[in-house]
């Protein structure tokens, strides 16, 4: 099963590093995600200006999501779940909701 630790250590870092950079700067928004729990953190994917992903939150993110570890593990393996977890109140947005959206190029 997915956690969000080596997910933002490994997996993640190695698939936007095989993206194209044209490709991924064409979602052109920095995303933070707070993950609560013991297997969370705070991290940075930056598909804007220095494309990659970091432990720690930059400032001035276009978008940040906020959930539980668990739930991670949900959009991990099913990034379509995503949808259902923001509108029972499970996955928080601030900033543009809608370049979450954009997130299943990554995540799926």
């Known amino acids: 099963m997915a956690d969000a630790k080596s997910d933002f250590g490994t997996r993640l870092p190695k698939k936007i590093g095989g993206m194209p950079a044209d490709e991924a700067k064409a979602i052109n928004a920095v995303f933070v995600f707070k993950i609560s729990g013991d297997e969370g953190g705070t991290w940075t994917i930056d598909l804007k200006d220095n494309v990659g992903v970091r432990e720690g939150a930059q400032d001035g993110a276009d978008c940040t999501l906020e959930l539980t570890g ?39």
């Open 70 to 108: 668990e739930d991670w593990q949900t959009i991990a393996t099913n990034p379509g779940a995503a949808t259902q977890l923001f509108f029972t109140g499970r996955l928080k947005v601030s900033g543009n909701p809608m370049l979450a959206t954009k997130l299943q190029k990554i995540l799926g």
